[in-house]
């Protein structure tokens, strides 16, 4: 366009014909030219890279086209100038038309045709102005003694270039049209597969439950007959003592106080369970994690004293944490039922459990930690790994990848170390706000 402005402007205010117009021409022509190779390359950037050397050609080829031009005006006729200018368009025109073919191939693409529909135009029209000069045989010295079919082509060939450039706007606007539309679906196809993965999480999640406790079912079942079996042989107790009449009042009270001590032993362990399995609100709560680790204890514990475990505690966190309780629960549930598997198959006499709290830095850390015969450094690369390799075998893949979601969830992280003691120990850190 800006070409097109400055070569109108020369032409109506030329004064000496065509022998030795005004430089207005020079840079009209050099813009003309500066436009020919600026869609020459969009047209082979369609199918390849443009390299820095084409680049770099192309550029130099600008710098030596102004002194020549310059030279052909003030030296040269109009039919030569016309002629180099048609002879360097015909080159360009030729060349668009055959990357655009070769483009149309693999992207049939309208826009692409009409590009390619005008460009053709163009090229026709171009050797069809060095036909008229030359057919002509004129020696044109004067604006006036142009042909008007020489004009009539040169308007078309303008329009047919201003045609190209709206089909080249319109292949950029159907592009971004369709690159929108893919990235809607594909955002849309991302938001249902996350959707969905949250649904398959949220499974594991209570299947993970699931498995953790059964694994402790055993012990749990037996933790209850206690209570629940002392509570009937306290009943048949009464029931005897009233049968024959001879109930005292402090036998009374002390069996009362027998079942009701009972009775809180079991609705404890039922208590624990039900907060496991609850899936209460999606949301968090500010938790004291010291008061977490010992309910999950009361399900643990019998399996623990089942193998002759001891725990040590060693609570020194006092900050509360916001965090999701059934989420953390099954955290602590899993760590403390792999340290459990871990020593049950060791053969020290003294097997313990150490769980660890301390404030930290923006947070609170928790361990735990065992004295069994600890992970091998083969399964410690991937240890957090959903169900990798030789993790398998020990069921710990599931249970620690969870841990490891869980606690990234919550805006912390979680590694393993080897324990002091040659055991396997997992730490935690969990900060004090999630952000």
Not at 430 to 435: A, G, H, I, V, Y
Request: aromatic share 8%; with cysteine.
């Amino acid at each position: 366009m800006v070409a097109l402005f400055i070569f109108g402007i020369g032409v109506a205010t030329n004064h000496v014909g065509t022998k030795n117009p005004e430089f207005n021409f020079t840079i009209a022509n050099t813009l003309f030219y500066v436009a020919g190779v600026l869609q020459f390359l969009f047209c082979r950037s369609l199918n390849q890279p443009i390299s820095k050397g084409l680049r770099n050609f192309f550029i130099f080829s600008v710098i030596i086209f102004v002194p020549v031009f310059e030279f052909m005006r003030i030296n040269g006729t109009f039919e030569m100038r016309t002629s180099f200018m048609v002879m360097i368009s015909a080159f360009f025109f030729t060349w668009q038309i055959i990357q655009l073919r070769r483009k149309r191939k693999a992207d049939p693409s309208q826009q692409l045709f009409y590009i390619q529909f005008a460009t053709g135009a163009e090229l026709v029209l171009a050797l069809g102005r060095l036909a008229i000069l030359v057919a002509s045989g004129l020696t044109i010295r004067e604006v006036d003694q142009l042909p008007q079919v020489l004009i009539l082509f040169t308007i078309f060939q303008i329009v047919m270039n201003t045609l190209s450039y709206i089909a080249i706007g319109g292949y950029w606007a159907e592009k971004i049209a369709l690159a929108n539309a893919r990235s809607e679906s594909e955002n849309k196809e991302i938001r249902q597969l996350l959707f969905e993965r949250e649904g398959l999480i949220t499974s594991l999640l209570r299947a993970n439950k699931t498995a953790a406790t059964g694994a402790l079912s055993a012990s749990i079942a037996h933790e209850l007959n206690q209570p629940l079996g002392a509570s009937n042989l306290n009943i048949q107790f009464l029931q005897k003592r009233l049968a024959e009449g001879v109930l005292t009042a402090d036998q009374t009270k002390e069996v009362l106080a027998a079942l009701l001590s009972d009775n809180q032993r079991a609705a404890t362990i039922i208590q624990s369970l039900r907060s496991i399995f609850s899936d209460g609100k999606i949301g968090v709560e500010r938790i004291d994690l010291n008061d977490l680790i010992q309910s999950v204890l009361k399900i643990a514990n019998p399996e623990i004293h089942s193998k002759n475990i001891q725990v040590i505690l060693q609570l020194g966190a006092s900050s509360t944490i916001n965090m999701n309780r059934g989420e953390i629960q099954q955290v602590l549930l899993n760590l403390i039922n792999n340290a459990i598997q871990g020593l049950a198959e060791s053969k020290k006499p003294h097997k313990t459990i150490q769980i660890q709290t301390r404030d930290v830095p923006c947070g609170v850390e928790a361990a735990v930690l065992d004295n069994g015969p600890g992970i091998g450094k083969e399964v410690q690369t991937h240890l957090f790994e959903l169900l990798a390799g030789s993790q398998k075998k020990t069921g710990m893949g599931l249970g620690l990848w969870l841990c490891r979601h869980i606690i990234s969830r919550h805006g912390g992280h979680i590694r393993y170390e080897a324990a002091p003691e040659g055991g396997a120990q997992f730490i935690f850190f969990l900060p004090l706000d999630q952000s």
